[in-house]
C-alpha cells in the first residue's frame, strides 16, 4: 500500500450517530492484485454511533466492479453489496485488537481505511463470477454444450434401462 486515500477522523464525531461516505474509484480497486478487478465505483456509507470513548460503525459496501468472468474470461459487471460491522475505541496506540475491533490512539485521533476496504471488496466478490446462461460467447456456450452431453458416466448408464412403476 503506497498512497493512503481514505481515513476516518474521529476528532470531532458527535455524541451518538455519524455517518461518512466514501467513493471507491476504479483507479483504487484496480490497485487490488489477484482477483482481476478491472474497474468500478463502490460506495462505502460509514454508519455508527458514539458513546464515548467507543464507536460502532457499520461499513456498507454497494457498487459494482468489472471483473472477468469464470467461464469465458471476458469482461463482466458484478454488484457488490455487503455490510462490515466494526468497534472502534480510544487507547495509547493505534493496534487491531481481534477481527473488527481496533483501538485508536487519542493523540492521532484517524484511522487508515485503505486496507480494510481492500479486503472487504474482495469479500464481497461472489465466489462464482459468471454471465447469465446464454451471456457467454457463443464458442463458449458450444463447447459446454457439447461437454454436457459427451460426458455420461458409465456406472449410471445401466440405471437408465429401469423401468420404474409409476
Given amino acids: 500500500m503506497t498512497e ?7 476528532k470531532g464525531l458527535p455524541e451518538g450517530d455519524f455517518k ?3 467513493t471507491l474509484s476504479g483507479d483504487f480497486l ?3 492484485e489477484g482477483f482481476d478487478i478491472l474497474g468500478g465505483e ?3 456509507e460509514a454508519e455508527g454511533s458514539r458513546c464515548g470513548d467507543n464507536f460502532e460503525v457499520d461499513f456498507v459496501l454497494s457498487g459494482k466492479i468489472q471483473t472477468l468472468c469464470d467461464r469465458c474470461n471476458t469482461p463482466l459487471t458484478v454488484s457488490l453489496d455487503a455490510v462490515f460491522p466494526v468497534d472502534f475505541s ?3 496506540s ?3 485488537v481481534a477481527d473488527n475491533v481496533f483501538v ?3 493523540n492521532e485521533p484517524e484511522f487508515v481505511l485503505d486496507e480494510l476496504f481492500w479486503q472487504w471488496v474482495v469479500l464481497a466478490i461472489p465466489m462464482r463470477k459468471v454471465h447469465p446462461e446464454g451471456a457467454c460467447s457463443e464458442a463458449v456456450e458450444d463447447f459446454f454444450r457439447k461437454q454436457q452431453r459427451d460426458t455420461k458416466d458409465a456406472r449410471w448408464a445401466s440405471l437408465e434401462q429401469i423401468e420404474f412403476d409409476k
Wanted: hydrophobic residues 45%; aromatic residues 16%; positive net charge.
Fill in 4 to 10: 493512503v486515500r481514505y481515513i476516518l477522523s474521529f
Fill in 20 to 22: 461518512e461516505v466514501f
Fill in 30 to 32: 484496480t490497485t487490488i
Fill in 42 to 44: 463502490v460506495k462505502v
Fill in 90 to 92: 480510544f487507547g495509547e
Fill in 94 to 96: 493505534t493496534k487491531e
Fill in 104 to 106: 485508536v490512539s487519542r
